[in-house]
């Protein structure tokens, strides 16, 4: 969480410009299972009016509007924003702002306010209590989670020791499933107040293939990637190819974690 909570807000807003494509490239979607469940647990409607806060590409808003509601889509990116509209260019009913949920002009209030994988982005303190000023009487917060994929046992090895040959350790943390759930749990907790009831929390663990050039673009929407010196992510990245290549083969198989934690404002003020 170091890399998120040491930018400003206008750092926030750049961080992903120069990752965008690979992001669209390897960032998994999230498992249809997950949206029907979050959807079934919020009530979604065909005439919900929608707030996303951190909509990015589109990755999980596409997903929910082919369920329907009004959307209106919040994201400080405006790399993202450009993909996001042409992704989304097929739905009637999808507005977008070039901002930060703290800063955005809203007008509320809202049925459902969605995160996807963006919740941890806002502030803490002043990006509740904006949500509370959005949400409508008895509205839902629905955030969503992926664990970036990891190899499977078998290669990790091999997977690894590719990283550290390209001058680039593994970054992504070893964890359990029930370590991961505990993770994305916790991210919630400025949510958990008397404000707001939990009313559902779910994991699923999911496998996926990557062919190697996909999983490189994976970990070049990476923060600890784009964190690097901005020359070095194409050789790094070559490199990456190049040794995954000769030490796993074309293909990194992969199992991840998506998570979906559902809450209700309680409060009624």
Avoid at 49 to 64: K, N, W
Wanted: aromatic share 10%; hydrophobic share 40%.
């Amino acid at each position: 969480m170091a890399i998120y909570d040491e930018q400003t807000d206008d750092e926030k807003a750049r961080w992903y410009s120069n990752g965008a494509r690979f992001y669209v490239e390897g960032r998994p979607r999230y498992p249809p299972a997950l949206i029907a469940a979050s959807a079934a647990a919020a009530g979604w409607r065909q005439d919900s009016r929608v707030l996303e806060i951190g909509s990015g590409p589109g990755t999980a808003t596409q997903d929910f509007a082919a369920l329907g509601g009004r959307f209106t889509c919040v994201e400080p990116n405006a790399d993202f924003l450009a993909i996001a509209r042409d992704v989304l260019a097929h739905f009637p009913d999808i507005s977008f702002q070039t901002s930060t949920l703290e800063q955005a002009d809203l007008a509320g209030p809202f049925d459902i306010v969605l995160a996807a994988s963006s919740f941890h982005w806002i502030d803490q303190k002043r990006g509740v209590q904006r949500i509370g000023q959005l949400i409508a009487p008895d509205g839902f917060v629905v955030l969503l989670w992926n664990k970036e994929p990891q190899p499977v046992a078998q290669q990790t090895k091999a997977v690894d020791e590719a990283f550290q040959r390209s001058g680039y350790p593994q970054p992504i943390e070893r964890q359990s499933r029930d370590e991961v759930a505990q993770v994305f749990w916790g991210l919630s907790k400025p949510l958990q107040t008397a404000s707001f009831t939990e009313k559902l929390f779910c994991h699923v663990e999911v496998a996926e293939d990557y062919s190697v050039e996909r999983f490189v673009a994976l970990h070049r929407s990476l923060s600890p990637f784009l964190a690097l010196a901005p020359e070095k992510h194409t050789a790094v990245a070559q490199a990456l190819i190049e040794n995954l290549s000769a030490l796993v083969g074309p293909t990194i198989r992969t199992t991840r974690i998506s998570a979906a934690h559902i809450f209700q404002r309680s409060d009624r003020s």
